[in-house]
């Protein structure tokens, strides 16, 4: 047995691990990292992490401002508000599909001051813990690529609504024990002059940061690997049971077996809790991004070197080593991939505003499906109908954030262990 993750440590045949984990994206390779760090024998299994993965086009912020969860008072009114605007921020596609229908019940339902309240210590902690992991795993060799610099990140605004609600989160971050700073124009070009966007003042949340996530990906991949983690490219295509146990998955002509299984498989993740009993109460929430090269790889370089969050219009300004990506939108349509033009719009206006069109649109626009909960607030657990499966899954926009601490809690569950945050906030049945 081993003594951190009390899992038996078999060896012999070379497809029996202690833990199997389904997806190779961020989450997935933390959940890997721990359970290796703790001595057990894992493989990661993954259809692929460099194309459609939310863990590699996504905006690259690690983001303790993002305290409030997304199921929060008037954003079901917002949805509708928007629903003819073809370039809203949010976009909620009508729908009869009874998991969508379920799903948006339970949302609007958490949509309360009270969730909000309950939601907030719960994410200020658990963010701030994995910020601290990442900055350790991010100070270990072959980390460089990453690209994580503790720059802060500026919350832009230009109208009052805007203002008001920048204003309002920077009370509710500094009752919270953020660190915080309200700025003028003036205040805000002084922390970052190259900024072109019309704005009229700033929140400055000084713990945030930026990260390149593709270079961390790259990075966390060739990490596990040094601990001794297998990675197997392939769909799973199959998985045995006997009882409350999960006792094989199968991948292509592969059969591996396992004492434990960590689905971490983002917004896949419910097609693979389904067949093991559980619906589980996740939906795919689509959003676009367009990385522009620097001028040394053909671009252009345009000065920034902090992450901006444009409240208006709710588009993010990422410099990152060797370019700068602009993203946002949040659309809550299903497993639709295709890209909006009119949706991707603002986004490419504003690539636009500070790279010019020639450097912009010859880049390819990337579309990835961020998994959201009805509550904002991850998955983290064992699926209830199964003794020996666990979930890490649900984070929406907070899968780069909450992949270190989330990898921490899975394999401190499975290991026996009292994990350092309760993990009761993210049960798996907490819909049930």
């Not at 060799?141 to 989160?169: C, D, I, W, Y």
């Not at 003036?186 to 940061?209: C, M, W």
């Not at 093991?276 to 676009?288: E, F, I, N, V």
Request: some cysteine; glycine content about 12%; hydrophobic content about 40%.
């Amino acid at each position: 047995m081993s003594k951190e993750t009390g899992v038996s440590m078999k060896t012999g045949m070379s497809d029996r691990y202690d833990i199997i984990i389904i997806g190779g994206g961020i989450v997935g390779l933390s959940c890997a990292k721990t359970l290796a760090d703790s001595g057990a024998r894992v493989v990661v299994l993954d259809r692929g992490r460099y194309q459609e993965s939310a863990s590699t086009g996504n905006a690259g912020m690690i983001v303790p401002s993002h305290i409030v969860p997304l199921a929060a008072p008037g954003v079901i009114a917002k949805g509708l508000k928007w629903l003819l605007n073809p370039e809203s921020p949010l976009y909620i596609k009508p729908s009869t599909d009874p998991a969508f229908v379920k799903w948006l019940w339970a949302f609007q339902k958490h949509c309360t001051q009270a969730h909000v309240d309950h939601g907030i210590p719960v994410l200020r902690d658990t963010i701030l813990g994995s910020k601290a992991l990442l900055d350790e795993w991010c100070a270990l060799p072959g980390f460089e690529g990453a690209g994580l610099v503790n720059t802060g990140l500026l919350m832009l605004h230009k109208s009052e609504k805007a203002r008001k609600e920048n204003q309002e989160l920077a009370d509710v971050a500094e009752a919270a024990g953020l660190e915080i700073e309200r700025l003028d124009r003036a205040g805000t070009l002084e922390k970052e002059p190259a900024l072109k966007t019309d704005i009229t003042g700033s929140v400055y949340f000084r713990q945030d940061a930026r990260v390149d996530p593709e270079g961390l990906l790259r990075a966390m991949e060739a990490h596990v690997r040094e601990l001794g983690v297998t990675i197997v490219e392939g769909a799973v295509t199959k998985m045995q049971k006997n009882g409350r146990s999960m006792v094989s998955v199968q991948v292509g002509d592969r059969t591996l077996s396992s004492d434990h299984l960590v689905i971490a498989a983002g917004a896949w993740t419910p097609g693979l809790t389904k067949g093991l009993g559980t619906k589980l109460l996740l939906q795919p929430a689509k959003g676009y991004s367009v990385t522009i090269p620097s001028a040394d790889n053909g671009g252009i370089d345009t000065g920034m070197h902090m992450p901006c969050l444009v409240t208006d219009e709710k588009i993010s300004i990422t410099p990152m080593p060797g370019g700068i990506r602009f993203s946002g939108t949040l659309g809550l349509q299903g497993y639709d991939m295709s890209v909006d033009e009119r949706r991707f719009g603002p986004i490419q206006r504003h690539a636009e505003r500070y790279c010019g069109k020639a450097h912009v649109s010859p880049q390819p626009t990337w579309a990835g499906l961020r998994p959201a909960s009805p509550d904002g607030l991850p998955f983290i657990g064992r699926l209830p109908q199964m003794d020996n499966v666990w979930v890490a899954s649900g984070h929406g926009m907070l899968g780069v954030t909450l992949a270190p601490i989330t990898g921490q809690i899975i394999a401190d569950l499975i290991g026996g262990n009292k994990p350092a945050f309760d993990p009761a906030p993210f049960r798996v049945d907490r819909f049930d």
